[in-house]
Every structure is written in structure tokens, then in C-alpha cells.
């Protein structure tokens, strides 16, 4: 029988509003068109739509999920934060920075985002299902133990594995491919040695009181997690070839040595090619060999069980074309969409070199 892919959802996704405005730079007086924010429900309604109506459509399973509980929450983020949150009132908007922005009746929205991951991760661990996708927003996974950041305010992977370890998982893995450092993630499981997280992302470095972290090679993990923690600042301008010969040189060892219980993917597609908030150049294709590896490392290392959640992707139509690829690689079908923009090939002559020096920086790092 066919691979099947079980797509957990909820319309009321749609209601987290992030207002307009130019946000990834200082207001301009002289533009007529006001942008809407970056991370919008117009993105996710694409994602939806291209897994609705898109040839893959035929080998997904579409459920809903309750929202996340109190506990839930708790195992992951500080429960002053949570408090803090829940608090806002119903019809404030209120700005954790100047694009982290908490819209009215978000609360609500975010619990739900994060209940709709558990219950994907849940899916998987009970059997129901070996894959599974969180169609989510906001993303999580720059969400810290006591912090917003970058758009998210609850780390909807974290939440998920700390609900699964409730329950008597032992070990996972996070393969991070959002173009953005994974720095909550990489927070929550700085000291811990069960749960490896591997960050691919552009060499953006910290960006402010909210993203301390500076995603470095050399943020390593620290006691018993020393060595957990996998950072690849990836050189701008890296693309389908740069990113897969990291992923089968340090990605996919990693993975293999740690031997998780279950593989987490944070699925961004904002390190395509044509993403307002990265500089990376991967292309569909690039996203179908990634759904490939990672498919193909979850079949070797933890019997098949992957969990992929939505995170960044902010050209509205590509990276729903990225999405599709992504789990067409996943499922092992042949791509169902043409590539319909990209066409530039990226320079990869600088890989090896790149890879030699991360392997030597780590090895530093963890000795
Ligand atoms: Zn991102």
C-alpha cells in the first residue's frame, strides 16, 4: 500500500492577525503600498490550498486536534510566561517586538497551533500513522522557555516532544531547515543529551535582546547536551547542493549516531530562493531531495517516524510549490508540480571547504 501522510490543521489558524506595515525595516513615508506582515494567513491558506488541490492531495489524511492544555504548555515554557500571555486581553494587539506581534484573541490561536502539533506527534508515537504534518502558524521554533521571538511565542516542537516524553519517549531528534537559527529549540535542550537538535540555517547571527543565541558553531550544547546541539551557519547564498552535502556529511551522521525514537522536522521553506526574509537559493527540487534524506534517515534511524511542522516560508505562492516538494520527497513520489520560477543555478565550488572547517570548529567546540 501507498504511503500515507496524516496533515493535522485547523481554519482558526487563519485568525492570528499581524497587521500590516513594512516590518523588517524602519517605516517608509514614501511608499504608497502597505505590505501585510510577513507572516500572514494568506501563506498558510496556499499551503492548505496546494495540499488540498495538488496532486499530492491524494495520499493525505486530514484531521483537526483539541488545544493544547495548560499542562502542555508547561512542560516546555515558564509558567510566568504563559501567565503573561494568557492575560492580554481578548482585543489587544501588542508588539514583543517590532514584528513579533500578538493579535487579538491570539491566545487561543496559539494553544491550538501547539495542540495541533501534539496530536501529530501523538499520532505517530501511538502508531496511528508513521507521518505526520502540523500545518501550522505561527511558527514556533524561535519561542524560548520564557521568551517571544521572531513571530513565535510557543515552541510547538517542544511542546510536542516534552508531551511525548510525558509519556515514555526516550529520545528524538529536530532537523531545523528554516532559513532562521532554531534558537528556542536549541534553548529548551541546551543541557540535555537525549534530545539532539540541529539547526541549518543563514549566517545571521544574534539579532537583539529576543535572539541572544548567536547560532554559531561553537554553541555546542553544554553539560550532558555538550555535543547535542548542532548549529551550521550556513553561507549566504547556499543552495540545493550546498544544503544537501551538509545534510549527508554532519545532518545525517549526527542523526545516526544519536539513534532517536522519532525524527521532528521544523519545516520552514524560507531558505528558498525567493523569500523576502532569507538569502539561501534552494529551489523545489532542492526541497524534494531534503523530503527524500530526511524520509530516508527516518526509515534507517527510528523506524520510520517523522513529524514535520510547518515553521517559516514567507513568498506567498513558492513556498506552498516548496511545501508540495518537500512532501512529495517524503512520501517517495515523483515530484507532482512543475517548478514554475526558479531556474538559477547557485556556485557550490566552496561546500567542501565549508564542511571542513564546520567539522574542525565542532570538534573544538565539543572537546
Ligand atoms: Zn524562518
Redesign the pocket.
Known sequence: MADRLAVFFDPSIFDHDTGQGFFEAPASPCLPVIETHPENAERVRNMHGVLRDGPIAEALDWFGAEAATRSDLERFHAPAYIDELEAIPAEETRAYSSTTIFGPGSFAILCRAAGLTVAAASHVFDGRGMLAYALVRP?G?HAQPQMAD?YCFFNNIGVAIESLRARGLKTAAVIDW???HGNGTQEGYYDDPDVLTISLHMNHGAWGPTHPQSGDVDEAGSGAGLGKNLNIPMPWGSGDEAYLRVFDAVVAPAVREHRPEILFIAA?Q?ANQFDP??RQLLDMNGFYRLGLRARALADECCGGRMVLVQ???YQVSYAAYCLHATLDGVLKRAPGLPDPIAYMREDSSGIDDFVKQWQQRYAEATS
Open positions: 511558527p521554533h521572531g528554516d532559513v532562521h520552514g524560507d526574509n532569507g515553521e517559516g516560508g
